[in-house]
């Protein structure tokens, strides 16, 4: 049984789901925790589902961590918030769920936290032994910002502000920038396309997305607004061992990487760990899905029956 730790609004589950079939996954929806059964003895752990289907912790074969989150936000009171309190156990309790797949070798692709361990800096800083990177700094001063030429600001973290706002990529002028705040700047790159590659356990499923196609620098702002049209995207042999080279060193076996192509230069952004991929093979016909179903599911013929 291959065991993913997700939220009910995930559509990517939704597809592998549908792909491994339903009868050899569970499903754990953390936001809708109050609907399942949850339990954990010197044995292992245990978990039922809305419509009371058991999955015990003997009965996993693998493990896949992709969206365990609480979407909606919560406005807590000075006075604290009895939800969220009981948020921060459950979120507490499928950690040491997926602690228990980890320690038993049962997780593939995603290493849950991956994103607090190799964050952006350190990525960056690796980076640099393999791709072209654009100049940046982060900055948090009393004295004034200098940063010469065209620069973007870019978000540490994308978590919401207030009410579901965000933090995108944005062009800004260093001298107009409070420096008394927190803030990561890159130089601007005269980009003809942006490039993500999509990286499964030693395999690169590279896409493009003409700059042309969006207003400013962010293509996430039109996500859900606008169809975006990403093509297959060729890797020379040369950029595909950097790749992987690169997240050897990161070790990581899953990530998406995010570069900006600058006459025929790729110019390294960052990678994120657990990112989202679904939208760039939904028909299956890149490989990408077949890529991750059978890291997912590789060895379970070899398995003993349950």
Request: charged share 25%; with cysteine.
């Amino acid at each position: 049984m291959l065991l993913i730790l997700t939220n009910s609004i995930d559509s990517t589950t939704d597809e592998i789901v549908r792909r491994v079939g339903t009868e050899r996954v569970f499903r754990f929806n953390v936001d809708l925790w109050r609907e399942y059964e949850i339990g954990a003895d010197p044995s292992g752990f245990w978990l039922s589902d809305p419509s009371g289907r058991l999955c015990r912790s003997g009965a996993v074969r693998s493990a896949y961590v992709r969206k365990p989150t609480f979407d909606d936000l919560i406005d807590v009171p000075a006075g604290g918030c009895p939800e969220a309190w009981l948020r921060t156990h459950i979120s507490y309790v499928t950690q040491e769920i997926y602690n228990w797949c980890r320690d038993a070798g049962l997780v593939r692709l995603v290493e849950k936290g991956a994103q607090q361990r190799f964050g952006k800096f350190s990525q960056l800083w690796l980076a640099r032994r393999y791709f072209q990177v654009p100049g940046w700094l982060f900055t948090k001063t009393k004295k004034g910002i200098v940063f010469p030429g065209k620069i973007v600001s870019k978000p540490l973290v994308a978590d919401f502000v207030e009410s579901y706002r965000m933090f995108f990529t944005t062009r800004v002028e260093s001298d107009s920038l409070d420096p008394s705040y927190p803030w990561l700047l890159q130089e601007e790159c005269k980009a003809d396309a942006d490039v993500t590659v999509v990286y499964v356990a030693g395999n690169c499923f590279a896409f493009s997305l003409d700059r042309e196609s969006f207003e400013g620098v962010d293509w996430r702002r039109h996500i859900n607004k606008q169809e975006l049209n990403w093509k297959p995207y060729p890797l020379s042999t040369a950029v595909e061992n950097s790749i992987r080279c690169f997240m050897r060193d990161a070790k990581l076996d899953f990530g998406r990487l995010d570069f900006l192509l600058e006459r025929q230069v790729l110019n390294f952004l960052e990678v994120n760990p657990n990112g989202q991929w679904a939208w760039l093979d939904m028909d299956g016909t890149h490989g990408v899905f077949e890529a991750v179903v059978s890291e997912l599911t590789k060895g379970w013929a070899d398995a003993h029956p349950l």
